[in-house]
């Protein structure tokens, strides 16, 4: 029988946190998607090193476990809890997107690219998602009329690269909506919150930026009308 990792501590009492690294394996070697669930799960585990490809497993997907369509998402069920490799959703696919309903975890990148979505609301479920590839978990782009993104469960998120979502090229008023949603726009971090892991990126800037830049914006133009009004009342005074 196949034992798998689950939990993780040290044998000193003061280290709360174990890094992991898979180093100086062959070009074939692939991580087992059975034994990233736990690896993830495990909020005291900082997996710095995993691998580049998750298993192909063919002949081993169970009752909720899916891979990607070769062809049309509407070939899928929606009963899919895992899905074991990236998904695009583009122009045409705004009414497949109830796939992604009851998902899970996504072991793989999740892009939204070139759709006419006003919201993404159908991630309500999804816990995790990690990415083995040299890109975001989440690419979310040129969606002209998105204004609504949330993913209001997400617990971990991990990918091979420190931008975990990257939106860009969508509707101006998307930043609103993310920059007001912690699990979205704070950074993950160790476990120890001592050093950022992954973030997002909005048009190329963080949301600290974002949220300066309009709380600067917000203040200039309540100094403006704040004058203004002094201005008009000394006119009319006078």
């Not at 180093?23 to 993830?40: K, P």
């Not at 997002?200 to 403006?224: M, P, Q, V, Y």
Request: aromatic fraction near 10%.
């Amino acid at each position: 029988m196949k034992k798998k990792f689950q939990y993780f501590s040290s044998f000193f009492g003061n280290m709360s946190q174990v890094e992991m690294s898979i180093l100086n394996v062959s070009s074939d070697f692939c991580m087992d998607i059975y034994e990233m669930r736990n690896f993830i799960a495990n909020d005291n585990l900082y997996m710095k090193n995993v691998g580049e490809k998750f298993c192909d497993d063919k002949g081993m997907l169970c009752s909720g476990i899916c891979k990607p369509p070769n062809g049309t998402w509407k070939q899928m069920h929606t009963d899919c809890q895992i899905f074991n490799g990236s998904l695009t959703f583009t122009a045409g696919d705004e009414n497949e997107v109830k796939v992604l309903r009851s998902v899970i975890w996504i072991f793989g990148q999740l892009r939204i690219i070139n759709t006419n979505l006003t919201k993404v609301d159908f991630l309500e479920d999804l816990r995790y998602i990690t990415s083995l590839e040299t890109s975001e978990a989440i690419l979310v782009e040129n969606n002209v009329d998105l204004v609504e993104f949330s993913i209001p469960n997400l617990k971990r998120v991990h990918t091979n690269q420190k931008t975990w979502l990257n939106l860009r090229e969508n509707h101006k008023n998307l930043a609103k909506s993310v920059i007001n949603q912690p699990n979205l726009c704070l950074p993950y971090a160790d476990f120890n919150g001592e050093t950022e892991l992954h973030v997002t990126e909005i048009d190329g800037e963080n949301c600290e930026n974002i949220a300066n830049k309009n709380r600067d914006i917000s203040l200039s133009r309540f100094l403006c009308f704040s004058m203004l009004a002094v201005f008009w009342k000394f006119k009319v005074d006078n």
